[in-house]
């Protein structure tokens, strides 16, 4: 049911804004060098939106590869943002899936893909959960992350989704969210994390309810966004994490579906394309991608975009090639 005033979606502009972001943001300025620590999220960013949008020829496949190998970190075996980086989980995941879409997970031999999994298995703690780096820092983002990473992979073992199991469940708070360690507020990033750390663990049954009850109360209406937290303001960033969440739980009915779709697309820039957290606000990459997602999960029909998994934030026909933990039927 469309409204009048609702704004239509941009498809076309919002693949203009991500080709041009290379070269927009020179080499020589400020900004680039800023940026370099999130380099390769950010092409994971525009991969998966062009992907969503059933256009990622529109950046060139080869330079793309090459980027994400000359990421790879010979010596511990994980992804850095940019060449000559230190390797971190996160990185790591976002080398993997940008290779998953251009189904080049092949560009890595035997070898090199095992010395990921040695990466990632070097980062995990006695309690079940992973650091991100050999720095040291703990966030149940990073279980997520590398039991991800172990999937993909093909490293997943019994005794790998018990102990993440454990630990993420260590993480849940009284009000049926999650935190970024145990005891740690509630935060809607967090869930997700957390609910997808327990999916890839084949684990979603040990949540209540209360989880999905908690998500649906993100929802700021009239605005139709969510927040991170109680009493914060909406930002489109969140609106996908507890929308993604939500879908993986199976309870995506308990929102407003259509209010949060005209939020949305109301943080589109309807002159250079892209979307920002709020409507008015400055563009990025992380927002324009996570939009165009989240319309995806709401109705790719009706946006012409590709279905998107829930869990693994890619495209439906590429995740679907993975094959994921399956606890054993026998006990
Ligand atoms: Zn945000």
């Known amino acids: 049911m469309s409204n009048d005033h609702t704004t239509s979606f941009e498809k076309q502009l919002h693949i203009k804004y991500i080709q041009n972001l290379d070269s927009k ?23 998966m939106a062009l992907a969503t949008m059933n256009s990622k020829e529109s950046l060139p496949e080869e330079e793309v ?3 994400v190998l000359s990421c790879y970190d010979a010596t511990t075996g994980g992804f850095a ?14 080398g993997l899936q940008i290779l998953l879409i251009y189904d080049r997970l092949n560009a890595l031999d035997e070898s090199q893909k095992a010395q990921t999994a040695e990466f ?27 039991v991800y990473v172990l999937t993909i992979l093909q490293r997943m073992t019994t005794e790998i989704a ?37 999916a890839l663990c084949d ?20 605005l139709g966004g969510f927040n991170g937290r109680p009493e914060k303001l909406p930002d489109l960033c969140y609106s996908w994490w507890v ?56 109705s790719a029909d009706k946006y012409s975009l590709e279905e998107v998994d829930p869990v693994l934030c890619l495209p439906k026909s590429v995740a679907s090639k993975l094959k994921l933990y399956k606890k054993s039927s026998i006990i």
């Open 243 to 298: 929308l993604l969440s939500l879908v993986a739980l199976n309870k995506a009915h308990w929102i407003n579906t259509e209010k949060l779709e005209s939020f949305i697309l109301g943080c589109q820039d309807l002159e250079d394309g892209g979307f920002a957290d709020r409507p008015g606000n400055q563009t990025d990459v992380y927002h324009t991608c996570f939009s165009i997602c989240g319309l995806a999960l709401a």
């Open 65 to 67: 590869v090459s980027f």
């Open 203 to 222: 684990s979603l049954s040990s949540l209540s309810d209360m989880t999905a009850s908690w998500l649906s109360e993100r929802q700021v209406l009239p």
């Open 162 to 198: 018990e102990s993440s199991q454990n630990f993420i469940m260590d993480c849940q708070n009284f009000d049926g969210g999650f935190g970024m360690f145990p005891v740690a507020e509630s935060h809607a990033a967090q869930v997700y994390t957390c609910v997808g750390a327990l």
């Open 81 to 94: 943002a940019y060449p000559g980086h230190d390797a971190h989980i996160l990185t790591t995941l976002s």
């Open 120 to 146: 990632v298995l070097s980062l995990r703690l006695d309690d079940g959960s992973f650091t991100g780096d050999r720095f040291g820092e703990i966030d149940t983002r990073f279980v997520f992350v590398a």
């Open 25 to 47: 943001v020179t080499k020589e300025t400020y900004e680039y060098w800023l940026l370099e620590h999130l380099r390769l999220n950010g092409l994971y960013w525009g991969v």
